[in-house]
């Protein structure tokens, strides 16, 4: 088999999801497969020191390509793909990846898979396992032919980052490809993290949905000020305008590792455990024992937060220990 | 500009899942259907984009209670509503499928956007929007905020991970994948869904939701819950005690 592992970078670093993604095409790939990596990007440097996972490095750099879009991913991709004719494309499910993976499903024809958690390699192919319905079912896929795999970030350990052997880094001039372009980068605004930057705090108490409602956040707020810790919440509780953007947790906001994490009235889909799932110690509490929160966390109750929280609240204002 | 919005009728967050003895598909029996979140926050942005440059909305749903949720549309703005229609008992939607269903009907209405949510809960076989776009050879975003009528195309923002936003133009026809409304979804009163439920729905065509060869689902199954979790049960007072123990063992109370 022959694997494209369509890579990853930022301002010519390499993101962590490249190396988890080498690190998953390494699992299944058997003697004399091979593992390509796809590097699109303004600088080869930092791939060739990191990408020896991999046994051959193709690189389209070109310094339009400092934050590449979607749009000119995807052309160098099917480029790539039509040369190299792999068998397996993995692909990270970020926000270009999920712009560019089922694009290529559908130009070229090939089926796609998403949500992927785990591979796994039989006689009769690649079986893909995938979170759906937020977490709360697992699906096996059965994969015979040619196809694309989107990874869901943090679900493989990252391959060791190494230097790339002699010769196996080969480059790929992008620039015939970069012609009449449909979407233009205008620019990116950076999160103003002087205010608060809850990736440095050392204690957070998350809210999600099952808050309920604005006015419930001030008992979040007085534990968390109890526990010295920062407020933060998932996205729907941020889209509401309950809390501000800069304290939402997850794919699309901070990526957190406190020393307690604890979460209240949150379901804990996979983009939220994307931001969270590393942190020290993790307690949730959610009425639903089916909630995919629990099975990251490492202490789970099921009892209403809101009868927690007033219960917590009064342990903590009495002095520890008595 | 027409806007088409797609609207799927997808599992409530809370509904029971129950799998099929064969494992191939969920017990639907007793499951309970709401429109997929991103969807609405696509629906309202059509409607929004519609007050802000005159646009037409034309909204296409399909799933369980899709009826309801186009007269919903209606009453919320849009112009038009085409039900697709599809297997219901045939499992997981595929983009390829629901493409192959949308294509001749954007042709047909002559929609310059398509505007649907980044993803549904179902989209084991790739999500809509990018799949479509593919499909209709249109450059096209996902993870979409703040969209805005400017020159010939449209300006986004797209969430980028760690708190970046990034700024687009994309030109038209395209297709995006709305993450957020730029205004929360409009509540709609029960006098207008009222006065809405009389106006007509077309029928579009039927959705096949086979995924293409070479992927098939083998296999569904609930996921080790709780796993690592050890479990401090539901008496909120006890649980507040164990709480407060851990976090004292762990020199992590404050004060
Ligand atoms: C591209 C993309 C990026 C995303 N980025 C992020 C991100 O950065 N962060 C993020 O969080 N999400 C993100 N999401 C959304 C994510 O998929 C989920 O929709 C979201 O995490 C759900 O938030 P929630 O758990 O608060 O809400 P829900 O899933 O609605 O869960 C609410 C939970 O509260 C529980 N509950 C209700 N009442 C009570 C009570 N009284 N006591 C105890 N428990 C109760 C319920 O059982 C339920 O489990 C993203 C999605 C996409 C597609």
Redesign the interface.
Known sequence: MKFLVCTETRSGKIEAISLEMLAAARTIAAPGDEVVALVVGDSATDAAARLGAADRVIAAIAPALS?P???AYARIARDVMATEAPDLIVMPY??TG??????????C???????VVRLDRGDDGV??T???????????????????A?LNPGSFPEAAASQVAAGALASLDPTPLLSNL??????????D?AEIDIATAE?IVCVGRGIGDEGSIEIARELAG????EIAGSRPVV???WLP??R?VG?????VKP??Y?ALGV?GAPEHLEGMSRSD?I???NT?????I???????????LF??V???N???RA???S | MHILVVLRMV?A??TE?E?LPEGLG?DREWMDFQLNDFDDQALEEAVLLKEASGARVTAVAIGEGANRVLQMAMARGADDAVLLSGDEEAG?AS??GL?AALLPLIEERKADLILTG??S???????????????LDW?????TSHLAVAGGGL?VA??????????????LP?VL?V??STK?PRYVSGSKLREAAKAPIAKGPAVDSL???????????????????????????H??????H???E?G????
């Open positions: 934050v879009t979607a749009e970020s926000a999920l712009d560019v993976a089922p694009e290529l499903a559908a130009r024809e090939l089926p796609i898979v998403a949500y079986a893909a995938s979170q759906i319905y937020g977490g709360k079912v697992m699906a096996k896929t059965r994969i015979t032919g040619p196809a694309i989107m449909r979407v233009e980068l205008l620019g990116e605004d950076q999160p993290l204690r109890l526990l010295g810790a889209d509401n305008g953007k800069l939402q794919k699309s906001g901070r990526k020393r307690l604890l379901s110690l307690i949730a509490v639903d024992p089916k909630a995919p629990f099975g990251v966390a490492h202490y789970g109750a099921t009892c209403d009868d927690l007033a219960a917590l009064d342990r903590l002095p520890a220990g | 599992p967050p809370a899942f799998i969920l997981l983009p390829a493409a980044v993803q809960a179902e989209d084991l076989f790739g999500q809509l929007g990018p799949y479509l776009a593919g499909r450059p096209h975003i996902s993870g300006t797209q969430e980028r991970g760690n708190g970046v936003v990034a700024r687009y133009r994309i030109a395209a994948g993450q957020t929360a995924p293409a060869d070479g992927a098939r689902l083998a296999m569904l199954s609930m996921p080790l819950a709780g796993e690592g979790a050890e479990n401090l049960g539901n008496v909120a007072e649980v507040a005690d164990r709480i407060a851990i976090l004292a762990r992590l109370r404050a004060g």
